[in-house]
């Protein structure tokens, strides 16, 4: 069975660009988090989404938005990028929500020059 | 592959010793704890998960304990291998605030020597 899987990999971006980064969950997970994770630090939740609806949001700017559509799959965009938005950009995907196993992608780098 | 943590905390242990890694939380409403390893250029891995209802539970070589009382919890591997270097993270959530939002400790780096 496939895992998470996101794309892309890794991705540069100049400052006041903005940028996609997709992620499909395991077949049959309704729930999608992505969470930042700047280099030395642990992730930081960005958003969740369940049954297509969001369900948490982190303490991010309105630049960043997401949204997951009824396969799913989810999307994070991020607008007017600044350096401070260089970061492994995770996705993880659950079976339900509350309270329930998480799991990771290989995450998104982003670089922003 | 890509550096997870450049300046995390790190504890060195030589290969068959038994690890022992701990965090503190922060929230003390979190009901329901996780520990995950992350590889160099990897996602988190999920080990192991606790509830608030227990102090104890044990997988295939690790062992998490849980003091709600000081907000500490520790993961404990046995017989330390190569595999076993990676960047390790606590999580919480706190299941009554109706999120499933993980808040991430800030990782300690595992070495394992010959």
């Known amino acids: 069975d496939a895992g998470v899987t996101q794309s892309p990999t890794h991705l540069i971006k100049t400052r006041g660009q903005q940028v996609t980064l997709r992620c499909s969950p395991i077949s049959g997970h309704k729930s999608v988090s992505w969470y930042q994770q700047v280099l030395g630090q642990g992730p930081q939740f960005i958003f969740q989404y369940y049954e297509k609806e969001e369900r948490g949001r982190g303490n991010f700017p309105d630049r960043f938005s997401a949204r997951q559509f009824p396969n799913y799959s989810s999307e994070l965009n991020v607008n007017a990028l600044l350096l401070g938005d260089s970061a492994l950009y995770l996705c993880?995907?659950?079976?339900?929500?509350?309270?329930?196993?998480?799991?990771f992608g290989q995450g998104t780098r982003l670089t922003v020059v | 592959g890509e550096s997870v943590g450049l300046h995390l905390p790190t504890l060195s242990v030589q290969e068959g010793d038994n690890s022992i890694i701990n965090c503190a939380y922060s929230?003390?409403?979190?009901?329901?704890f996780i520990w995950y390893k992350q590889e160099s250029g990897k996602g988190p891995q999920f080990i192991i998960d606790i509830r608030s209802n227990m102090d104890k539970r044990q997988g295939q070589r690790v062992t998490v304990l849980l003091n709600k009382t000081v907000k500490h919890l520790s993961l404990q591997i046995a017989a330390t291998q190569p595999g076993d270097s990676a960047v390790y993270f606590c999580?919480?959530?706190?299941?009554?605030?109706?999120?499933?939002?993980?808040?991430f400790g800030t990782g300690t780096r595992l070495q394992v020597f010959p």
């Open positions: 993880a995907s659950s079976l339900e929500w509350g309270g329930a196993e998480a799991f």
């Open positions: 999580a919480e959530i706190s299941t009554p605030t109706n999120t499933d939002k993980l808040i």
């Open positions: 929230n003390s409403a979190s009901d329901y």
